[in-house]
């Protein structure tokens, strides 16, 4: 069993719909600070972080933000001005979208020298790279998350949820099993139509049977989502 403390303390609770006004801000950083807790991170576009910045100012809260976002097929000199700006901007965190369209065309030097220029560019903050494992056959997900482990990201993050297929358990299963392997220490984020506590206390439970029950802290363990889940 797995508390709403452990739950809410996991959470980035995320925002990008494209539309939002400063009154949707406002709400997600309120909503942020719960009767269990605040969550690990609130997640916005760049547009809203100095906002969003003002908001949690005095919490414990992390200020996240998308890159390459979310089809993955921005310029490499783009994503590096956006990472540059974001951080100008105040966030701690940075979830960016690998050009994971590249892996049908196999061409993994070219992630691989993407992902580590946009790692140079950011090199003291949280790192989360999304592989969109929803759009990829098991064995692109596994060399997915090899190059994201070397270019030391802090995390490997599941989904954009803007395609049809979000996180799911088969991949979070490789994922898991891949980051076993490497010895890394690299975390895990799902992110991508997770909805409930249910399918929480899923992929807490995976988890939990590759690296137990001290793995499930946000240093290591992340759950996306644009609304509370207790």
């Known amino acids: 069993m797995f508390s709403n403390e452990l739950i809410v303390s996991l959470l ?3 925002s990008l719909t494209g539309q939002e006004t400063k009154t949707d801000i406002l ?21 809203h972080l100095l906002l969003a910045k003002q908001l949690l100012f005095n919490t414990s809260i992390k200020l996240a933000t998308v ?13 590096l001005a956006t990472i540059e700006l974001a951080i100008e901007h105040q966030a701690d965190e940075i979830d960016l979208v690998m050009p994971y369209y590249l892996l049908f065309e196999k061409n993994y030097h070219a992630i691989e020298t993407y992902l580590q220029k946009c790692r140079e560019a950011c090199p003291t ?3 989360k790279v999304i592989i969109e ?3 990829l056959m098991p064995e692109q997900i596994k060399i997915a998350c090899q190059l994201v482990i070397q270019i030391k ?20 299963d490789i994922i898991l099993q891949t980051i076993q392997a490497s010895q890394s220490n690299i975390g895990l984020k799902i992110s991508g139509g997770i909805r409930t506590k249910e399918q929480t ?20 363990f992340r759950i996306g989502c644009s609304r509370l889940l207790v």
């Open 12 to 14: 980035d609770l995320t």
């Open 27 to 47: 709400s997600v950083c309120q909503q942020a600070q719960t009767p269990y807790g605040k969550v690990a991170a609130v997640c916005l576009y760049p547009t």
């Open 153 to 172: 990201a802090n995390f490997i993050k599941t989904s954009t949820g803007k395609i049809s297929q979000g996180a799911s358990l088969a991949a979070a």
């Open 67 to 79: 890159i390459n976002f979310p089809h993955g097929k921005s310029l490499l000199a783009e994503s």
């Open 201 to 220: 206390r899923d992929y807490l439970n995976l988890a939990v049977t590759y690296f137990g029950k001290v793995w499930l802290q946000p240093t290591h």
């Open 133 to 135: 494992s929803g759009a």
């Open 125 to 127: 903050h949280c790192l």
